[in-house]
Structure formats: structure tokens, C-alpha cells
């Protein structure tokens, strides 16, 4: 573990050591006097080193990896990026939540950590980018921070949050929202998410120990691929993340009358699958019909009762729309239920919609970590532009708890969730350059904040 006290005595052996005599080397150490904060860089070679390191726990096939929350390659990767931790001077402890935590001091104790990270865990034949580029760049920019002997007011901890993919699972239980329900899924590693948390340490029946405050901490920073094209398309290096989307799900019905497909005329049918490709094309065109980068998204679809030779009755069918708006989602869903409202007239069937539990609501970022993020990539000579999140991140919880800001990086021909990923080394590094110097300036006070 890296504290103050350590550096303060080792300050003072330097300085003994070169005033004696004969020992020009350790002047020499001398003159390499700490180095000035906006000058550190993260080493390249180290983070593409030890994303192919991490790559080895739980890699399949195809050259990604399946390390599933909960694993026993989840448990060995983390038991991996445990020791980096340690490695780079951290204090390393697993929260109830199965949450790592490194955490070093700061030279204020009165000051609230700054935290950044993300997740090693993946979805099934996953790839070697998702998550991991956040926390090995993290463990990065501590260590440079030790090895340069630059010392932050702030106390910084580097987060690996648990099971991200099956849920968030370690965010939630940070913001106090991990329920009973939740614990008792069967995960993707075969475990139900409670012994599946105690399997990485954590302790189930004492979450509300993983629990966080808001104030508790100064600001959250998620450094991630992409997963998207934008930034490898335009050749941007850094993507400054708005927001990340709020999603709403619908199941949708759609009711006809089967019937006998060579007795009944075409004219009078009421053919709920006729009907349902209308609305295909409907979702299409209302999504588009306005300005903006809102998706919206037909998943699914089966017909009633599914024969070549019987007109579909019934046809169940979805609607997904993200958006950073949830205004906007309600206002195209108002479109698209009008327009259905039409289609139903036209084909003699009928639509029901039934809005599912599992929305999610849009988070943005902190205003003023965005222009922190920006000022650190021009100053870094890297180009940046302003979007959104279309996929979910711990981000989204944190936001609830502290300013938050996210960082992309590109991800070649905009792939994830597959072992087609990729990152560049030097798409990683200039990421993990730009977390660093973020972390810095909110270090000095860049929020504007009087703390
Ligand atoms: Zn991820």
C-alpha cells in the first residue's frame, strides 16, 4: 500500500542520501524531481500487455472471452487485477457487493474519494475490450501517479464493479438498489446472484454495507470502448459521453382472426401479421421522422398459430426505444401508437401495448466534467466529439451519486459483445491519458466546487 507518510519519508532519504558525498547517482535521482502533473503519460505498452493478460481468463475459441460475472474465470481474472492493484500501490478490498476497491490516500483527509473504473466481467463469448480497457486503464493511472511520485489531495479509488453485464449488479447495490429479487436470479455462470456475489467475496446479507451517499463521493469517471462506429468511422480519438440512454420496453399484441388461407378472400381478412409488418415499417419511419440519434427497434416477433396455410390471428411482437430524452421516447412512442391506431383500421385487427418493468431512465453527465474531458483531450492534441451512450453502464448509477463523466475510445468497426472487439494500443492509451488528466484537474478543483 502507497500512503503519504511513504513518500514523505522516502522525500527525506533522497534528500539525505544526496547530500553526502560521493554519490553523484543519487543526485542524479534527485534532479528527476517529481514530475509536473500535466506532463505524466500512461505507458501503451503496459495497458495492451495486460489487456492480453487479462484476455487469458476465461478465453474461448474464437479468441474472446466468455468470464461470465461469477465464474470461476471471473474469480481468477479478478484475483489478477487484484495483484495490478496492489501492484500500483493500492489498498485492495472487496466490498459486500463483491465490488474491488483500491484505494490510496490522499494528502487531505478531509477531502472525498474520486472514483473511477469498470467491469472485467463479460457476456458469454464476449470479447477482450468491453469493460476491461476502463479498468486497466484506471490501474494505469494510479500507477503513474505513484511511480512519478505526484500525490492527489483527493483520495482516489479504483472501482471493478461486479457482474455489470447480468445487471449492474455492484452500481446497484452502490445507489441501494440491488433487491431481494434481484439476489435470487439465476445468473448466466449457473449461481443464483447471491451466491454468486459470495463466490468474489462479497456478503449478501450485508449490502447495505456497498451502500454510497450522495456527497459521499467528489466525482465517478468511466473510461469504455465505444461499442459503436461513431468515433472509428470519423477517425475521432475520444468520444465525451453526454448521457447515457434511457430505454423503455413494450410487449405488443396484435389480434386478427385465423382463418382458412384458401377459403377466405383476400379482401375481408383480418390478418394480424399483415398488420404487424406495417408496424415494422411504422417504428422505422416514426424514429426517423425528427432529428436526433433516438433508436427505435422491432426485436421479436412470432405469429398464431404459425402454419403456411393458416391466416396469423395473433402476432406478438416488441418495441424498444432509447433515447437521452424521456420526453422524446413518450412523444415517438404517442407517433407510433397513432399510427397503429390506423394500421388496425386498415387490416381489422387490434393493438395492445403493455409497457414492461425494466425501463431504465436516462442519466446525464456532469456538465462540467464533459468540458474536463474536452480540455484534456485538446490539450492532448486528441479529437473529440460530444454523443451518447446507446448501451447501459455502471455510469448511469453512479450519476446518482456523484458528478459523473464518461470517456469513449474507438472500437474497430464499431463491434462489441464478440470476439471481433478491438481497440487499438494507442486508442487505449490516449483514453487512459485523458481519464488521468481528468482525475487531475478535478483533483485541483476543476469542478468549481468549494471542496
Ligand atoms: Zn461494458
Same mark, same amino acid.
Given at each position: 500500500?502507497?500512503? +503519504?507518510?511513504? /513518500?514523505?519519508?522516502?522525500?527525506?532519504?533522497?534528500?539525505?542520501?544526496?547530500?553526502?558525498?560521493?554519490?553523484?547517482? /543519487?543526485?542524479?535521482?534527485?534532479?528527476?524531481?517529481?514530475?509536473?502533473?500535466?506532463?505524466?503519460? @500512461?505507458?501503451?505498452?503496459?495497458?495492451?500487455? $495486460?489487456?492480453?493478460?487479462?484476455?487469458?481468463?476465461?478465453?474461448?475459441?474464437?479468441?474472446?472471452?466468455?468470464?461470465?460475472?461469477?465464474?470461476?474465470?471471473?474469480?481468477?481474472?479478478?484475483?489478477? @487485477?487484484?495483484?495490478?492493484?496492489?501492484?500500483?500501490?493500492?489498498? @485492495?478490498?472487496? =466490498?459486500?457487493?463483491?465490488?474491488?476497491?483500491?484505494?490510496?490516500?490522499?494528502? =487531505?483527509?478531509?477531502?472525498?474519494?474520486?472514483?473511477?473504473?469498470?467491469?472485467?466481467?463479460?457476456?458469454?463469448?464476449?470479447?477482450?475490450?468491453?469493460?476491461? #480497457?476502463?479498468?486497466?486503464?484506471?490501474?494505469?493511472?494510479?500507477?503513474?501517479?505513484?511511480?512519478?511520485?505526484?500525490?492527489?489531495?483527493? +483520495?482516489?479509488?479504483?472501482?471493478?464493479?461486479?457482474?455489470?453485464?447480468?445487471?449492474?449488479?455492484?452500481?446497484?447495490?452502490?445507489?441501494?438498489?440491488?433487491?431481494?429479487?434481484?439476489?435470487?436470479?439465476?445468473?448466466?455462470?449457473?449461481?443464483? /446472484?447471491?451466491?454468486?456475489?459470495?463466490?468474489?467475496?462479497?456478503?449478501?446479507? $450485508?449490502?447495505?454495507?456497498?451502500?454510497?451517499?450522495?456527497?459521499?463521493?467528489?466525482?465517478?469517471?468511466?473510461?469504455?470502448?465505444?461499442?459503436?462506429?461513431?468515433?472509428?468511422?470519423?477517425?475521432? =480519438?475520444?468520444? &465525451? &459521453?453526454?448521457?447515457?440512454?434511457?430505454?423503455?420496453?413494450?410487449?405488443?399484441?396484435?389480434?386478427?382472426?385465423?382463418?382458412?388461407?384458401?377459403?377466405?378472400?383476400?379482401?375481408? /381478412?383480418?390478418?394480424?401479421?399483415?398488420?404487424?409488418?406495417?408496424?415494422? %415499417?411504422? &417504428?422505422?419511419?416514426?424514429?426517423?421522422? #425528427?432529428?436526433?440519434?433516438?433508436?427505435?427497434? &422491432?426485436?421479436?416477433?412470432?405469429?398464431?398459430?404459425?402454419?403456411?396455410? @393458416?391466416?396469423?390471428?395473433?402476432?406478438?411482437?416488441?418495441?424498444?426505444?432509447?433515447?437521452?430524452?424521456?420526453?422524446?421516447?413518450?412523444?415517438?412512442?404517442?407517433?407510433?401508437?397513432?399510427?397503429?391506431?390506423?394500421?388496425?383500421?386498415?387490416?381489422? *385487427?387490434?393493438?395492445?401495448?403493455?409497457?414492461?418493468?425494466?425501463?431504465?431512465? +436516462?442519466?446525464? *453527465?456532469?456538465?462540467?466534467?464533459? %468540458?474536463?474531458?474536452?480540455?484534456?483531450?485538446?490539450?492532448?492534441?486528441?479529437?473529440?466529439?460530444?454523443?451518447?451512450?446507446?448501451?447501459?453502464?455502471?455510469?448511469?448509477?453512479?450519476?446518482?451519486?456523484? +458528478?459523473?463523466?464518461?470517456?469513449?475510445?474507438?472500437?474497430?468497426?464499431?463491434?462489441?459483445?464478440?470476439?471481433?472487439?478491438?481497440?487499438?494500443?494507442?486508442?487505449?492509451?490516449?483514453?487512459?491519458?485523458?481519464?488521468?488528466?481528468?482525475?487531475?484537474?478535478?483533483?485541483?478543483?476543476?469542478?468549481?466546487?468549494?471542496?
Amino acid at each position: 500500500m502507497r500512503s +503519504p507518510s511513504l /513518500r514523505r519519508t522516502l522525500g527525506v532519504a533522497v534528500v539525505v542520501a544526496a547530500a553526502l558525498p560521493g554519490t553523484g547517482v /543519487r543526485c542524479g535521482l534527485l534532479a528527476a524531481q517529481p514530475a509536473q502533473p500535466d506532463e505524466l503519460r @500512461v505507458d501503451a505498452e503496459r495497458i495492451e500487455r $495486460r489487456i492480453l493478460e487479462l484476455s487469458a481468463f476465461g478465453r474461448n475459441l474464437e479468441g474472446g472471452v466468455s468470464r461470465v460475472a461469477f465464474s470461476e474465470a471471473d474469480v481468477a481474472g479478478r484475483a489478477y @487485477v487484484m495483484e495490478l492493484m496492489r501492484e500500483a500501490g493500492l489498498d @485492495v478490498t472487496v =466490498d459486500a457487493a463483491g465490488n474491488i476497491i483500491g484505494r490510496l490516500e490522499g494528502t =487531505d483527509p478531509s477531502l472525498p474519494p474520486i472514483v473511477f473504473g469498470s467491469h472485467i466481467d463479460s457476456v458469454p463469448f464476449g470479447g477482450n475490450y468491453d469493460g476491461d #480497457v476502463g479498468v486497466i486503464a484506471a490501474i494505469e493511472c494510479a500507477q503513474v501517479l505513484a511511480e512519478s511520485d505526484v500525490w492527489t489531495r483527493h +483520495p482516489l479509488e479504483v472501482v471493478v464493479f461486479s457482474d455489470e453485464e447480468g445487471g449492474l449488479t455492484g452500481s446497484r447495490a452502490m445507489i441501494g438498489e440491488l433487491g431481494e429479487a434481484a439476489l435470487g436470479e439465476t445468473t448466466h455462470s449457473g449461481l443464483r /446472484r447471491a451466491d454468486g456475489i459470495r463466490a468474489i467475496g462479497g456478503e449478501p446479507e $450485508r449490502l447495505e454495507e456497498a451502500k454510497r451517499e450522495p456527497g459521499e463521493i467528489a466525482a465517478f469517471l468511466e473510461l469504455h470502448i465505444e461499442q459503436g462506429a461513431l468515433l472509428y468511422d470519423e477517425g475521432i =480519438d475520444i468520444g &465525451v &459521453v453526454e448521457g447515457i440512454v434511457g430505454i423503455e420496453w413494450w410487449d405488443v399484441t396484435i389480434d386478427g382472426v385465423a382463418n382458412h388461407a384458401g377459403t377466405t378472400p383476400m379482401k375481408g /381478412r383480418s390478418d394480424a401479421l399483415l398488420a404487424a409488418a406495417r408496424y415494422i %415499417q411504422a &417504428v422505422n419511419e416514426a424514429v426517423t421522422s #425528427v432529428p436526433g440519434r433516438q433508436v427505435g427497434t &422491432v426485436g421479436l416477433i412470432s405469429a398464431e398459430p404459425g402454419a403456411h396455410n @393458416v391466416i396469423p390471428g395473433r402476432v406478438r411482437t416488441s418495441l424498444e426505444i432509447r433515447d437521452l430524452s424521456r420526453e422524446k421516447i413518450w412523444m415517438l412512442f404517442d407517433q407510433i401508437k397513432a399510427r397503429t391506431d390506423e394500421i388496425a383500421e386498415e387490416t381489422g *385487427t387490434t393493438f395492445t401495448f403493455t409497457l414492461l418493468d425494466v425501463s431504465s431512465v +436516462p442519466a446525464m *453527465t456532469d456538465e462540467r466534467i464533459r %468540458q474536463i474531458i474536452a480540455g484534456a483531450a485538446d490539450e492532448l492534441g486528441l479529437a473529440w466529439k460530444s454523443m451518447p451512450s446507446g448501451a447501459g453502464h455502471d455510469a448511469q448509477d453512479m450519476a446518482r451519486l456523484a +458528478p459523473t463523466g464518461m470517456i469513449f475510445v474507438p472500437s474497430r468497426g464499431g463491434i462489441s459483445h464478440s470476439p471481433e472487439e478491438f481497440t487499438s494500443r494507442q486508442d487505449m492509451a490516449n483514453g487512459a491519458n485523458v481519464l488521468l488528466q481528468t482525475v487531475l484537474r478535478i483533483d485541483r478543483g476543476a469542478l468549481g466546487s468549494p471542496r
